[in-house]
Nanobody, 124 residues
Framework: VQLQASGGGLVQAGGSLRLSCAAS????????LAWFRQATGQEREFVSA?????????YYADSVKGRFTISRDNHQNTLYLQMNSLKTEDTAVYYC?????????????????WGRGTQVTVSS
């Protein structure tokens, strides 16, 4: 599966953004999906993950829990990340990823396909 993230931009602290990740291929619903992010000079970190199919299993990093919501639309082959109450520390390049086993995981090594990132910048 090929992925393309979009929806990033510049927003003030407290604002909202919705990221999208469009996927190609006919097996989108079979993949567990996730968002990771990487701030300048830092390692890539887990943000959120959702399991295959209807996405009954979801995980969030503690730093975004209660503010971010992950969802998927299998008819549109699209993964979303709704980000509310944004903070300056959310500034990073955000990447979407797809695994091959359909499970939601916090581990980057479980994901075989990665999209090009989209920049999110939160100003104070």
């Amino acid at each position: 599966v090929q992925l393309q993230a979009s929806g990033g931009g510049l927003v003030q602290a407290g604002g909202s953004l919705r990221l999208s990740c469009a996927a190609s291929g006919r097996t989108f619903s079979d993949h567990g999906l996730a968002w990771f992010r990487q701030a300048t000079g830092q390692e890539r970190e887990f943000v959120s993950a959702i399991s295959r199919g209807t996405g009954t299993t979801k995980y969030y990093a503690d730093s975004v829990k209660g503010r971010f919501t992950i969802s998927r639309d299998n008819h549109q082959n699209t993964l979303y990340l709704q980000m509310n109450s944004l903070k300056t520390e959310d500034t990073a390049v955000y990447y979407c990823a797809a695994d091959n086993d359909g499970l939601a995981s916090r581990r980057a090594s479980r994901y075989a396909s990665w999209g090009r990132g989209t920049q999110v910048t939160v100003s104070s």
